[in-house]
């Protein structure tokens, strides 16, 4: 028996009818990836993938708190503590060619993105070609907070938001509902959470387009809509001060909280964030922006704004990081471009091919 065939393991994998199923379970971490579970569902597809007798997949998340709070930071603070984050390096290799193989598998790839999904969860779901949520989906990308920058493919899906919605959530780490979801490509469709079951089940018998329309309402209202002509105005700045400012300035008291809360995060990572979206935007590929997100990724874990992040808001749970530098105006515009360097001997390469298997 594999570790993937017992109730133990970290992730759970189930086939009926044409389904094979995948469920990440660590449901007193709300899911949180592990390098294991990313092995674990890569191998996974990579069965798959040439298996006739699996037409669909389908990933959910055990508990009821959600599918997956993103990737397990409490281990990378105590691998850059303890090893200067090699370990971490080598998980995120992994995952963002996970990210990547979601995004090009050539059968349905349906995520259930119901509850709590951020961070790596977003990896695992949003470049899925059939993206579910649900009343209680709350969505994000909350890594400026952690002293990071959005991974896994995050910048490209926010670049790609209507307007300026993705710096929004970026900078902010806001978490969105279904309809916001939607409004901002992350998701697809929306099922009420008392079907899911139905759902799922359904899909071992039946076209995944006729599952959908069958099961798929009009998602609920977001917010955000009603806050696009600020959000697009102030967010469109050159700077991360820039928004700041006009954020203050515009006069609305949504616009003046979303200001409160980014000079909250890193300053840093907020910098580091802003120029990743908009470099983002002009890659043309998911592999370019994940080689990028690695170049980020591993230049991040260099500095020190990472350990204090997740130190503050997980290990001692004081919420009172102390960031260094500790304003905008600190960080040099040598420090952003540090993170975009290539990394000699040590890139990705996603863009490039598929490059050698892992081992």
């Known amino acids: 028996m594999s570790i993937a065939d017992s109730d133990e393991a970290p992730v759970l994998l189930r086939h009926y009818g044409r389904v094979g199923h995948i469920v990440l379970n660590r449901p007193r971490a709300i899911n949180a990836l592990n390098h294991a579970m990313v092995r674990l569902m890569d191998d996974a597809l990579a069965g798959w993938e040439g298996d006739d007798a699996v037409g669909v997949v389908v990933v959910t998340g055990a508990g009821e708190r959600g599918l997956c709070a993103g990737g397990d930071i409490r281990s990378i603070h105590d691998d850059i503590r303890a090893g200067g984050g090699a370990a971490s390096l080598a998980f995120w290799r992994d995952e963002y060619r996970l990210n990547a193989r979601i995004a090009r598998f050539p059968k349905p790839y349906v995520a259930v ?12 779901s949003a470049h ?74 359904a899909l071992g018998g039946a076209d995944v387009s006729e599952v ?14 009603a806050h696009r002509a600020w959000i697009d105005a102030c967010y469109a700045a050159d700077s991360v001060e820039e928004i700041v400012e006009q954020l203050f300035a515009s006069g609305d008291h949504a616009a003046k909280e979303a200001a409160e ?10 910098k580091v964030t802003l120029a990743a979206l908009r470099r983002a935007r002009a890659l043309a590929s998911l592999e370019q922006v994940l080689d990028q997100e690695y170049r980020v990724s591993a230049t991040a874990l260099t500095a020190p704004d990472m350990v204090e992040g997740i130190r503050a808001q997980v290990v001692d749970k004081t919420r009172d990081p102390h960031w260094s530098p500790a304003e905008l105006s600190q960080v040099s515009d040598a420090e952003v471009a540090r993170h975009f360097a290539p990394r000699v001997g040590d890139e990705l390469g996603l863009a490039a091919g598929p490059g050698p298997r892992r081992t």
């Not at 809360?261 to 907020?270: F, M, R, W």
């Open 212 to 225: 959908v329309a069958e099961y798929a309402t009009a998602a609920p209202e977001g917010e955000l809509a």
């Open 113 to 124: 993105m119901d509850g709590i999904v951020m961070g790596g969860g977003v990896g695992v």
């Open 128 to 201: 899925g070609s059939v993206r579910i949520v649900t009343e209680r989906s709350r969505i994000a990308m909350p890594e400026t907070g952690i002293g990071f920058v959005p991974d896994v493919g995050g910048t490209y899906l926010l670049s790609r938001a209507p307007g300026e919605l993705g710096t929004h959530l970026a900078l902010t780490g806001s978490a969105v509902g279904a309809g916001d979801a939607v409004l901002c490509g992350l998701a697809d469709h929306y099922v009420p959470s008392e079907l899911l079951a139905e759902f799922t089940e």
């Open 261 to 270: 809360t980014i000079l909250s995060k890193s300053p840093t990572s907020l």
